[in-house]
């Protein structure tokens, strides 16, 4: 049986992001529990010339949003990249699942090989066939993104393991 675009992006990016939200709660309750002001978290990173906390949620969401609607030839909506605390980053996190849930599959199915081309860099594109863009591009990008921000909470501190991690795997 082949699996389809639909099942291969849709459900992955809404499991992923729910976990990533998952995260966020653990974060927001090791804060409380250690009573620190969370939004020091916002700004952190491993090394001087990564991105910061904040901002691997931000690529995460708009990875999943903007793979959703480059397949689909929707509309992705834009959000302003304004979120300064835990609880607007997890709303962030549920716009971008209310986005997928109005993506019909039947717009992403069959279009394996559909052009799609995708900034990269600040001045570059690069185009690829959607199942490759998929496969290649947007997913080893969500995991980098969500593990980044996972590795990021438990270098602070927070109490996360594995099963955090694959919180929304229901496979």
Known sequence: MSISMSSASLPVFVSMLGNLSHLLDKAQ??????????????????????LPFTRQILIACDGAKNCAARISGLAAPTFDDTESSLPELKARIQKTLDYLATVPADKLDGTEDKDITFPVGRDGTRTMKAEAYLKHWVLPNLYFHITTAYVILRHNGVELGKRDYLMGTKA
């Open 29 to 50: 309750a090791h804060a409380e529990a250690k009573k620190f002001d969370p939004s020091v978290l916002l700004q952190y990173r491993l090394a001087p010339d990564m």
